[in-house]
């Protein structure tokens, strides 16, 4: 069985106008996502900004009440939840954010920060949780020394690494990592998806890893899922999914990736256009309408459901992309 | 001038700021040549002091707490560092020319686009207003902005990012610069819109023949359209070479710890990669000596610490902060 299981996912936001503020349209950020995680293994997420991937994380850490479909944990049903029961879900589900400086408090010391989470389950006493903070700070590769620092006395890194010690504070089974490392300097990133790594493979956890930068998706990933205008259009193993890409957005996507390489210099296959906005997206699919593809309007009246075209890879049927 | 000379040349220019904590210098004595009609990057880390070098060179630092406190900035028979600030608004805009990383903040959001083009042709030529409009709308058309009439009209939030960055590239160019400077021009834009944007930058560049300093973080997008590169590192160049060369043979131990620690798309997934250690030192943490030196790995000595390896060029045209322990 695996870890999640998401069926049909919609998360709708109200786009609202007029004197009295009603409703006028909504803006479908995810729109019907399907996918399923196993213990310990990474699912990439890729796409533009603007196609839903932070919506999906968050939905899926309950931080939003999904409009529509399924999230399944463990065979729980966990879609409309109640706060009351979705706190000792929380525990096996973390998260970890893009920008460090954001996330964490700036009037608490990294003490409290990574206390917190035992507080409010009420697990053990003053003197374990002190312990705990110790262990969890070697685990990220911090100091003992950090736990009475605050925030602003780390560097973006470190200030990272704390994000993740404390997402591993419960020893959760599943972390959404929401691009957490596109606010860090070059020389280290690696570090950070080295420790990412090493915790996995530790603490057998699973990763929903959402980024934009898809050489740091497919080293991390073991499948990849690209998205499109709050859905998905392809999901495949990762290197099945590099190199023979099917769909014409995932084409386009791999083919912007500039490659720190100047003998492989290439003429592209330019995207036109900017990403679409999801408040009353096309009918059919979306990136055939934004690439006016001549066979695009067959794809409206077509259901759309992932296809699997050969084991494991997944793509949106379209006459247009596929 | 012919055709062989830089149109750009700077020697030791160092550029500090004065803060509450004393004097602080960003810049430390850089030196590097800009080829004409090629596009020259920089790239480097968060607070490397890339930003405040093309700052220097646009002489946009921020008063009065940032200077130049020497060398120079040679630029078509003028130091650019010592030029009065008359003539240096004569110069910047015209000859000189910069796009930002955030077209959001760069852009005035209560003026239409159509003003602060015409704004940036009318403070260097004198023309009639039939004349702005039609220079503008040919500029527009240029950077590939669908209904360029239109988009005359609109304030910069009724664009999306891609399309705020055109209008910037527009005005930069609008009266024709022999020197571009474009800092992190598409960091904060998608890659499918970061590289439209690098293409149009280059399409336009082998059009007017410009010069391109382009200044990143990213060593991928360095590569793809760089001719020479500058690695900066804790306000100095460490490496200074062809694009080609610097990446097939990269000798400082920065710029290898660098290339090493990009993952690659041939790198099998989920594997270690390799990694600098350490942080990127701070401004008020810069030593005399090798700066890299506490995140090599590797041992130095005390004099390797207190004394500033000279910046030598071992082979043709490729420079190096020859610190005997980082280059080996």
Not at chain 1, 251 to 261: C, G, T, V
Not at chain 2, 159 to 180: C, D, E, F, H, Y
Not at chain 2, 304 to 312: A, C, D, G, I, Y
Request: overall charge positive; charged content about 20%.
């Amino acid at each position: 069985m695996s870890l999640l299981t998401v069926q049909n996912l919609q998360q709708h936001f109200p786009v609202r106008g007029g004197l009295l503020r009603r409703s006028v349209a909504s803006c479908k950020a995810v729109d019907g996502v399907s996918f399923s995680l196993g213990a310990g293994e990474t699912l990439g997420l890729v796409g533009e900004s603007g196609c839903g991937k932070t919506t999906l994380g968050k939905a899926i850490v309950r931080l939003l009440n999904p409009t529509a479909g399924s999230i399944q944990f463990e065979g729980q049903d966990i879609t409309h939840a109640s706060m009351g029961t979705l706190r000792p879900m929380r525990r096996h589900i973390q998260m970890i954010f893009q920008d460090p400086a954001e996330s964490l408090n700036p009037r608490h010391t990294v003490r409290d920060i990574l206390e917190e989470p035992f507080i409010v389950q009420k697990i053990g006493t003053k003197e374990e949780r002190k312990q705990w903070v110790a262990d969890l700070l070697d685990k990220v590769g911090l100091s003992a020394a950090s736990a009475d620092r605050f925030p602003f006395e780390f560097s973006g890194g470190q200030r990272q690494r704390i994000g993740i010690a404390r997402a591993i504070a419960l020893k959760p089974k599943l972390i959404v990592c929401d691009e957490p490392v596109s606010a860090l300097d070059v020389s280290v990133q690696s570090q950070v998806l080295n420790l990412l790594l090493e915790l996995q493979r530790d603490m057998g956890l699973s990763y929903l890893f959402i980024a934009h930068g898809l050489n740091v998706v497919k080293h991390m990933s073991d499948r990849v899922a690209v998205m499109y205008l709050g859905k998905i259009v392809e999901l495949a193993p990762a290197t099945e999914l590099y190199q023979n890409p099917r769909h014409a957005y995932t084409k386009a996507l791999l083919d912007a990736i500039p490659i720190a390489d100047p003998t492989q210099r290439r003429t592209r296959q330019l995207l036109r256009g900017d990403v679409p906005s999801p408040i009353n997206p096309p009918p059919g699919c979306a990136f055939g309408h934004r690439m006016k593809h001549p066979k695009w309007e067959e794809s409206v009246k077509m259901d759309l459901t992932l296809k699997e075209v050969s084991p494991g890879h997944f793509v949106q049927p379209c006459p247009c992309c596929t | 001038m012919s055709s062989t000379t830089p149109i750009l040349e700077v020697r030791d220019l160092v550029t500090a700021f004065d803060t509450d904590a004393g004097r602080m210098t960003a810049v430390d004595g850089i030196r590097f040549d800009v080829p004409r009609g090629k596009t020259f990057g920089i790239v480097g880390e968060s607070g490397c002091g890339k930003s405040v070098t093309a700052f220097s060179i646009t002489r946009l630092l921020p008063q009065p707490h940032g200077q130049i406190l020497g060398g120079s900035i040679h630029f078509e028979g003028r130091d650019l560092a010592s030029l009065p600030i008359k003539e240096m608004q004569q110069v910047r805009g015209r000859d000189v020319s910069m796009i930002f990383q955030e077209p959001m903040t760069a852009l005035n959001p209560v003026q239409t686009v159509g003003r602060q083009l015409a704004e940036a042709i009318l403070l260097h030529t004198q023309c009639s207003l039939a004349e702005v409009q039609a220079r503008s709308i040919d500029m527009m058309k240029k950077v590939r902005i669908p209904a360029p009439e239109q988009r005359l009209n609109e304030y910069p939030h009724q664009l999306s990012g891609g399309m705020r960055q055109r209008v910037m590239i527009a005005m930069a160019l609008i009266n024709k610069p022999k020197l571009l400077i474009a800092d992190e021009p598409t960091t904060a834009l998608d890659v499918t819109v970061q590289a439209q944007i690098l293409e149009l930058i280059a399409d336009l560049q082998k059009e007017m023949g410009m010069s391109v300093i382009l200044i990143t973080h990213d060593l991928g997008v360095i590569a793809q359209v760089c001719d020479e590169v500058a690695v900066m590192y804790a306000g100095r160049i460490v490496e200074r070479a062809e694009a080609h060369e610097l990446f097939a043979k990269p000798r400082h131990a920065y710029t290898q710890g660098l290339l090493e620690s990009i993952p690659r798309l041939d790198s099998t997934p989920k594997t270690k990669l390799k990694a600098i250690q350490g942080n990127v030192p701070g401004i008020a943490d810069f030593k005399p000596g090798c700066r890299f030196a506490g995140r090599s790995g590797r041992e130095h000595s005390t004099a390797h610490l207190n004394t500033r390896p000279p910046f030598v060029e071992i082979s043709t045209n490729h420079w190096v902060e020859n610190c005997p322990i980082c280059v080996a």
